[in-house]
């Protein structure tokens, strides 16, 4: 990767190594998430303002919707991004505390992967000065953990997590291991600001 033009043409697909070779800055101009990267490698560059906003479609909000089979990720930070993934009022609210709702409180958000499964490496990662606001299974960094997450020296700083609802009652808010990944520690991690 070497510019903008380079990332947007990675929207929509997947994709098994991406390098950044340079900071990227996006304009917060909206942004189709990547479906996946198997290897990604920041090489320690910047990516700048960020901006996903959808309303859920089954599908996640986040650089990039899901991480599955094994998945590494590392060294690169995003600053100024901007994710929203909000309820989609064709899709039912089940009843209070019923969790098998047909994937209506699928809409994971996260600011580099909305949900993973297998075993997902993420290492050197860094969100700052952002926000993440959608409706469910939501973190700084990773939304849904649905594998085996090692993550170490990834931080989240300045940032909003924030759980929305129009107009109708908050049957989406699941256990908090999904609101709260991005503030469980596993090597070397650090949230401030949040």
Do not use: R, W
Not at 14 to 43: C, Q, R, W
Not at 47 to 58: A, P
Not at 66 to 71: E, F, K, L, N, V
Not at 127 to 133: A, E, L, Q
């Amino acid at each position: 990767i070497y510019s903008a033009f380079d990332v947007a043409k990675l929207q929509k697909s997947s994709h098994s190594a991406v390098t950044f070779k340079t900071d990227v800055d996006l304009g917060g101009y909206k942004f189709d998430p990547i479906k996946s990267i198997t290897n990604l490698d920041g090489e320690n560059n910047t990516i700048y303002n960020l901006k996903v906003d959808m309303v859920h479609d089954g599908t996640g909000a986040a650089f990039i919707q899901s991480a599955s089979g094994t998945t590494t990720h590392k060294d690169i930070i995003f600053v100024g991004a901007d994710i929203k993934n909000v309820h989609n009022p064709n899709i039912p609210a089940p009843n209070y505390g019923n969790t098998n709702d047909g994937g209506a409180g699928n809409a994971y958000a996260g600011t580099l992967v909305s949900h993973s499964g297998g075993t997902y490496n993420v290492s050197n990662v860094h969100v700052k000065n952002g926000k993440v606001y959608a409706v469910c299974k939501m973190g700084g960094l990773v939304g849904y953990v649905g594998g085996n997450l090692n993550m170490s020296s990834c931080s989240v700083d300045q940032y909003l997590v924030e759980n929305y609802e129009p107009g109708i009652p908050n049957y989406y808010t699941l256990p908090s291991v999904y609101m709260d990944i991005y503030l469980q520690t596993y090597q070397d991690n650090k949230v401030t600001n949040a």
